[in-house]
């Protein structure tokens, strides 16, 4: 659990890595990469609690995982790439077998990270984000892509908006735009939505934006001279509200506009006012709104005072910190069946995290049904899902707009395993006989 005084440093200050107090032998280190600070925090801190919350709660409830406490400690990275590698070093080596896993919560974070973690032997968990074809874990042992990656979102957006059109037939012609952030990030989608083009006929235009996005009018003028018939956006932070801002400026209808799971939470849309009213955005499954862990939240951590959300409480972006660290715990619990109940190396996490199985049955367990379908994981697999769904901002709240899109695999799945392969031919890596280690 995270000590009295490490809460205050980190939750009243949270610029700085705080130095965590001497860990006993039973105690399983978790580091939480955060940013909390600067033109992302409003993003970043939502996501933060929620990742601090369900660490609590485990120790609060049910004294740590099997008995195992959780120590945990955040580090400031604001969003920066140098930053995250050196809180990275900084903590893989704490507790007495190392960090369990690391969330970057950065895709550029993940790419430099994804250099060092099969020399560490420390897995890293990007729900939702960080390097598409890392879903092939013969390739990329350490990176588990849960839930879905950009080359899903980009799948799906396009599959919503043949749907508003009336058919895949009738994207022949038309044109799409996305207005990405200019890192890796943002540049993720652009493969998939390429594949997309080029399989349905539109005409695809991809627009960069600078960090940290508080400027894009010469974007959005380009946009009103091209009218597009939709536009994607893949910002984060300040740069999501600026972009519904500007669309307003120019006119340009927001029901029209649709961001990833990272351009869909309250913060993207609030600062925007009545202008936001009509956007659309994926979900990364979960949406606001209280489950059944939300009550054992209340009642276990936040009634004592012990909790870090504010006035976040089970907004998207909260909720989604709050699955991050379900999940994690979850692989820790599943290699504890096999290593036994004590703290867990993050080699032993990684096997944790290669034979996931959540079950209906256990998501409801957990307090988790309705926001998480059933996920396996394997060796081969490290994504285990391709489904998300989408929802608007009202001017008041998020309503769900649609049910679940599958992913069109026969067109991902090539794109993986090329990019993966050549990956690994760059890299001189060998990929693992997941035949052999299943």
């Not at 036994?340 to 190396?345: C, V």
């Amino acid at each position: 659990m995270i000590r009295k005084t490490l809460a205050v440093a980190a939750f009243a200050v949270g610029a700085m890595a705080v130095a965590a107090p001497a860990m006993a032998q039973n105690e399983q280190f978790l580091p939480s990469l955060v940013y909390r600070t600067g033109a992302y925090a409003p993003n970043g801190i939502p996501f933060a609690n929620g990742v601090a919350d369900y660490w609590t709660l485990i120790n609060e409830r049910d004294g740590g995982i099997n008995g195992v406490k959780i120590v945990f400690e955040e580090c400031e990275t604001g969003y920066a790439t140098d930053k995250g590698v050196e809180c990275y070093e900084r903590l893989k080596g704490k507790g007495p077998t190392g960090a369990g896993y690391f969330s970057p919560l950065s895709t550029g974070i993940t790419f430099a990270l994804t250099e060092k973690v099969p020399g560490d032997k420390i897995p890293l968990l990007t729900l939702g984000y960080g390097r598409s074809e890392s879903r092939d874990g013969s390739v990329f042992p350490w990176n588990f892509v849960l839930l879905g990656s950009y080359w899903t979102a980009a799948d799906v957006a396009i599959q919503h908006i043949a749907k508003e059109m009336g058919g895949f037939d009738k994207l022949k012609g038309k044109k799409i735009s996305l207005v990405y952030h200019d890192s890796p990030y943002g540049k993720e989608p652009i493969p998939a939505l390429e594949a997309r083009a080029k399989k349905d006929g539109f005409e695809f235009k991809a627009i960069p934006v600078t960090h940290p996005g508080v400027e894009q009018k010469s974007q959005w003028l380009a946009i009103r001279q091209d009218r597009p018939d939709y536009v994607l956006l893949w910002g984060w932070g300040v740069m999501n509200s600026t972009s519904i801002k500007e669309a307003a400026a120019v006119a340009y209808p927001r029901d029209k506009m649709i961001g990833v799971w990272w351009s869909g939470a309250e913060p993207d849309v609030t600062p925007a006012g009545d202008q936001a009213t009509g956007y659309k955005a994926l979900l990364l499954q979960h949406p606001a709104g209280k489950f059944g862990v939300h009550g054992e939240l209340e009642k276990h951590v936040i009634s004592k005072g012990k909790g870090a959300a504010k006035d976040d409480f089970a907004h998207v972006l909260y909720n989604r910190g709050v699955l991050n660290s379900m999940l994690g715990v979850e692989a820790i619990r599943t290699a504890q069946k096999k290593f036994g109940n004590k703290p867990m190396t993050g080699e032993q996490v990684r096997w944790g995290f290669e034979n996931l199985n959540l079950t209906a049955e256990r998501i409801k367990e957990l307090g988790f049904e309705g926001m998480l379908k059933p996920i396996k994981l394997s060796c081969q697999d490290h994504q285990g899902a391709d489904e998300a769904r989408l929802h608007q901002w009202t001017g008041k709240e998020w309503k769900i707009i649609s049910d679940f899109y599958t992913a069109d695999r026969s067109i991902l799945d090539p794109m993986v395993k090329d990019t993966a392969a050549k990956y690994a031919a760059d890299k001189k890596i060998a990929p693992r006989d997941c035949a052999k280690e299943s």
